[in-house]
T-cell receptor
Framework: AQKITQTQPGMFVQEKEAVTLDCTYD???????LFWYKQPSSGEMIFLIY??????QNATEGRYSLNFQKARKSANLVISASQLGDSAMYFC?????????????FGSGTQLTVLP | KAGVTQTPRYLIKTRGQQVTLSCSPI?????VSWYQQTPGQGLQFLFE???????NKGNFPGRFSGRQFSNSRSEMNVSTLELGDSALYLC???????????FGSGTQLSVL
């Protein structure tokens, strides 16, 4: 079984500053993928970034980077130069890459508010 | 390239009725999965389909069912609706099992 823990229910950041959203995970699967999604108030789940457990380098996608520390089982999302439009709920998720049960397991989310 | 399309966007039903939700995956994606999102339970996996076959099912009662058609479009059905079925239902599509999942905008179901 997999478990995702997001310990920050809410976060505030000043516009143009960087912010780190925490995510720790627990799994017995030998290979897995880690995801971050953004969910604005409209409800759509927007894919942000992906990291495979086998990847040697941390993933980056524009202003998003994933700080992957496998030994500590953490996959924190770093957003650089925050924008007002970044205000949303952010979910960390994982899925095994082997076996038949490959569904996503989500954390409880972090509500990010960017202040002008 | 069009994203994942879910219809309808909003639904209002009464207890005891049934409902069918539709999901059209990204072109070329053959796998579709469904998730339920509620304030109390968060995001929970419902089922996953690949090439018209259900590969995996979450811990939901038999009132929740789904299917996938030959064009990869998927439907999920909920029979005998209960108040607790009120939720945002999200569909995700994927090219192959080791790729990224992309979600649609969801269907917001309200059961009165």
């Amino acid at each position: 079984a997999q478990k995702i823990t997001q310990t920050q229910p809410g976060m505030f950041v000043q516009e143009k500053e960087a912010v780190t959203l925490d995510c720790t995970y627990d799994t017995s699967d030998p290979s897995y993928g880690l995801f971050w999604y953004k969910q604005p108030s409209s409800g759509e789940m927007i894919f942000l970034i992906y990291q495979g457990s086998y990847d040697q380098q941390n993933a980056t996608e524009g202003r998003y980077s994933l700080n992957f520390q496998k030994a500590r089982k953490s996959a924190n999302l770093v957003i650089s130069a925050s924008q007002l439009g970044d205000s949303a709920m952010y979910f960390c998720a994982m899925r095994p890459l082997s076996g038949s049960a490959r569904q996503l397991t989500f954390g409880s989310g972090t509500q990010l508010t960017v202040l002008p | 390239k069009a994203g994942v399309t879910q219809t309808p966007r909003y639904l209002i039903k009464t207890r005891g009725q049934q409902v069918t939700l539709s999901c059209s995956p990204i072109s070329g994606h053959r796998s579709v999965s469904w998730y339920q999102q509620t304030p109390g339970q968060g995001l929970q996996f419902l089922f996953e389909y690949f090439s018209e076959t259900q590969r995996n099912k979450g811990n939901f009662p038999g009132r929740f069912s789904g299917r996938q058609f030959s064009n990869s479009r998927s439907e999920m059905n909920v029979s005998t609706l209960e108040l607790g079925d009120s939720a945002l239902y999200l569909c995700a599509s994927i090219v192959n099992p080791n790729e990224k999942l992309f979600f649609g905008s969801g269907t917001q179901l309200s059961v009165l």
